[in-house]
T-cell receptor, first 113, second 114 residues
Framework: GENVEQHPSTLSVQEGDSAVIKCTYS??????FPWYKQELGKGPQLIID?????GEKKDQRIAVTLNKTAKHFSLHITETQPEDSAVYFC????????????FGTGTRLKVLA | DVKVTQSSRYLVKRTGEKVFLECVQD?????MFWYRQDPGLGLRLIYF???????EKGDIPEGYSVSREKKERFSLILESASTNQTSMYLC?????????????FGDGTRLSIL
């Protein structure tokens, strides 16, 4: 079955710097890759997603890149702010038609003011 | 906006009790999911349902069952609670038509089994 590895598990950056979180997946049939942000006491919220027919997607300070050949995808946050501090999860879809994801183990991002 | 509501934020139960966790979504989504979240392990799928009265096992179904009698409601049942089921439980829903769509999560139920 699908397996998703996420690195690093913790990341500290200075306010204004960039943060990058990387995920690798094992199933070449995966075609949908969402990223979630989880703040303390809340459920995960979708922040950006990408499908396998696209190599990069941006939304203001957030971008995701996908390398299908290498089977990895990354979340990039530029000009980080204290409110970006949270746990971030990547996920990859399982085989087509099941609507299921496999999640990475999460990255705790701390933005230091 | 999609709203997924979990009935309890915090729940404390005793070993051996039968425990019900309830989840309701308001977007007429076909798919509903129950996950368990533990530190360092991410989100692990317990059960999911892609239609009323339909259910499928996820990766860690042992000790759990589910019920989906109405499209908007998906219940997770711990038949005989044990201490190793102390965890954060998250419910999610997604549209089941066309290409895979984002899952939308509730705020979770933190369950403690004493």
């Amino acid at each position: 079955g699908e397996n998703v590895e996420q690195h690093p598990s913790t990341l500290s950056v200075q306010e204004g710097d960039s943060a990058v979180i990387k995920c690798t997946y094992s199933d070449s049939a995966s075609n949908y890759f969402p990223w979630y942000k989880q703040e303390l006491g809340k459920g995960p919220q979708l922040i950006i997603d990408i499908r396998s027919n696209v190599g990069e997607k941006k939304d203001q300070r957030i971008a995701v890149t996908l390398n299908k050949t290498a089977k990895h995808f990354s979340l990039h946050i530029t000009e980080t702010q204290p409110e970006d501090s949270a746990v971030y999860f990547c996920a990859a879809s399982e085989i087509s038609g099941t609507y299921k994801y496999i999640f990475g183990t999460g990255t705790r991002l701390k933005v230091l003011a | 906006d999609v709203k997924v509501t979990q009935s309890s934020r915090y729940l404390v139960k005793r070993t051996g009790e039968k425990v019900f966790l309830e989840c309701v979504q308001d977007m007429d989504h076909e798919n509903m999911f129950w996950y368990r979240q533990d530190p360092g392990l991410g989100l692990r799928l317990i059960y999911f349902s892609y239609d009323v009265k339909m259910k499928e096992k996820g990766d860690i179904p042992e000790g759990y069952s589910v019920s989906r009698e109405k499209k908007e409601r998906f219940s997770l049942i711990l038949e005989s609670a044990s201490t190793n089921q102390t965890s954060m439980y998250l419910c999610a829903s997604s549209s089941g038509t066309g290409a895979i769509q984002p899952q939308h999560f509730g705020d979770g139920t933190r369950l403690s089994i004493l």
